[in-house]
């Protein structure tokens, strides 16, 4: 993490802009990365690449490779600046388009994904990629308290499915960690 460490801290003093994590998520994210040896991890909402860079950096440790998924050109543009900046760019995959549209043609199981997006679609997100997801995969899901009015069909699919195992983070903005169970 060191040689990323000062582009992070330049692209906290834009969090707000860009409605990036906090340095916290971006430490639980790297830190659930390495403690499952993730190979494919899939990040719904790049923005400018602060928190791709998190899950990247811990990637590049674990041999694995990231898709990430950003609606918005200029936001994924900027991303692809600031992996190439700190020479994670081969290991990521960056997506323009909509999500929806995008995670079926994602072509991976997924170790984690990271949810970090249109609030109000997480539901579909997940839905859409659960079966993807292999048994003992993780699910992040950010901002769960703080826009958690957004998210009522999240909150209750991820605690009432059979599959999955979930619990609330009371970390920044509130992170759900759920974990696809082998049922």
């Not at 539901?123 to 993780?138: A, K």
């Given at each position: 993490?060191?040689n990323?460490?000062s582009?992070l801290?330049?692209?906290?003093?834009?969090?707000?802009?860009?409605?990036n994590?906090a340095?916290?998520?971006?430490?639980l994210?790297?830190i659930?990365i390495?403690?499952?040896?993730a190979q494919?991890?899939?990040?719904v909402?790049t923005s400018?690449?602060?928190?791709t860079?998190?899950?990247a950096?811990?990637l590049?440790?674990?041999?694995?490779r990231l898709i990430?998924?950003?609606?918005?050109?200029r936001r994924?543009?900027e991303?692809q600046v600031?992996l190439?900046?700190v020479?994670?760019?081969?290991?990521v995959?960056v997506?323009?388009g909509?999500?929806?549209?995008e995670?079926?043609?994602c072509?991976a199981?997924?170790?984690l994904?990271?949810?970090d997006?249109?609030?109000?679609?997480y539901r579909r997100y997940?839905?859409?990629?659960?079966p993807?997801i292999?048994?003992g995969?993780?699910?992040?899901?950010?901002d769960?308290v703080t826009?958690?009015?957004?998210?009522?069909?999240?909150?209750?699919f991820v605690?009432?499915?059979?599959?999955?195992?979930?619990?609330?983070?009371?970390?920044?903005d509130?992170?759900?960690?759920?974990c696809?169970?082998?049922a």
């Amino acid at each position: 993490m060191e040689n990323y460490k000062s582009l992070l801290k330049h692209l906290e003093k834009t969090a707000k802009q860009y409605t990036n994590i906090a340095p916290e998520n971006g430490q639980l994210l790297s830190i659930l990365i390495r403690s499952i040896h993730a190979q494919n991890v899939l990040e719904v909402g790049t923005s400018n690449g602060y928190s791709t860079i998190w899950l990247a950096a811990a990637l590049k440790e674990t041999g694995g490779r990231l898709i990430t998924l950003e609606f918005d050109r200029r936001r994924a543009e900027e991303a692809q600046v600031h992996l190439q900046e700190v020479g994670l760019d081969s290991i990521v995959d960056v997506r323009i388009g909509n999500a929806l549209d995008e995670i079926p043609k994602c072509d991976a199981t997924f170790d984690l994904v990271f949810l970090d997006a249109e609030k109000n679609e997480y539901r579909r997100y997940l839905e859409l990629v659960l079966p993807s997801i292999r048994p003992g995969g993780l699910i992040v899901a950010d901002d769960t308290v703080t826009m958690r009015d957004e998210m009522p069909d999240y909150v209750e699919f991820v605690f009432s499915t059979p599959i999955l195992r979930s619990v609330d983070i009371p970390l920044d903005d509130g992170i759900i960690l759920s974990c696809k169970t082998n049922a």
